[in-house]
């Protein structure tokens, strides 16, 4: 079997790959999350996988399980811990695909106790999180392969090409919530995949593990470069 696996195409590649939402915690008993159900992610970390990578898998709150004991799986709860674990994880990594729903904003000061209900409304103040993507887009080393997600309902390409730019992307994967049956809670997505050089490439609707599929086909190609 050892000989088997030498031979798939992502054999001896370090693969880090992040799910799921993140929860924002208000005080204890609340948090500020997201509809993402981390299931593109886990797709994407057995595709990885069963291509013969080595997996590294850091998941935000989910009910998903990985088909594969090989995949390392590292849980957290908020944006600024899964900062933190791919500040540690990246830089032995070939390559990094940031699927995650990562919060944009957090409250600015966590409440130790239960807020309390009174007869007004209530303002939580945020704060805007770090920009993990764009963190580790500002440390990627030479051979790399940097992979983003981009999650629009108007001027998609446009806005997916700013991200693959402003964050020093490899590759972004834009999803289109305009499409029926595609986006972050379903089984399905459809996806167009964009590098460097703006090649464009738009796939039907799918179920996820054929997306995930599509885009380890893209990522293989981006290793060998
Ligand atoms: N991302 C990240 N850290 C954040 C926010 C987003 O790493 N704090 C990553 C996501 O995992 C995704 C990519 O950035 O791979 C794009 O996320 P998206 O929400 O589409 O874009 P943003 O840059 O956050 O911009 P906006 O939400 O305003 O469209
Ligand atoms: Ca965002």
Known sequence: TDDIK???PLFGKQLLVTAGPTYEAI???RFIGNHSSGKMGFALADELASLGADVTLIAG???QISKYKSIKRINVTSAADMLQECLTYFPAANACVMCAAVADYTPAT???QKIKKHDDGLNIELKKTTDILKTLGGQKRDGQVLVGFALETQNEEQYAIEKLEKKNLDL???NSLNDAGAGFKGDTNKITL???QLHKTTFD????AEVAHDI????IELLKK
């Open 6 to 8: 030498k031979k798939l």
């Open 205 to 208: 609707l799918k179920n996820k």
């Open 172 to 174: 972004i994967v834009l």
């Open 27 to 29: 005080d204890p008993v």
């Open 216 to 219: 380890c086909i893209k990522l």
């Open 110 to 112: 966590v409440s130790a």
């Open 194 to 196: 964009i590098d460097r």
């Open 61 to 63: 709150p989910t009910a």
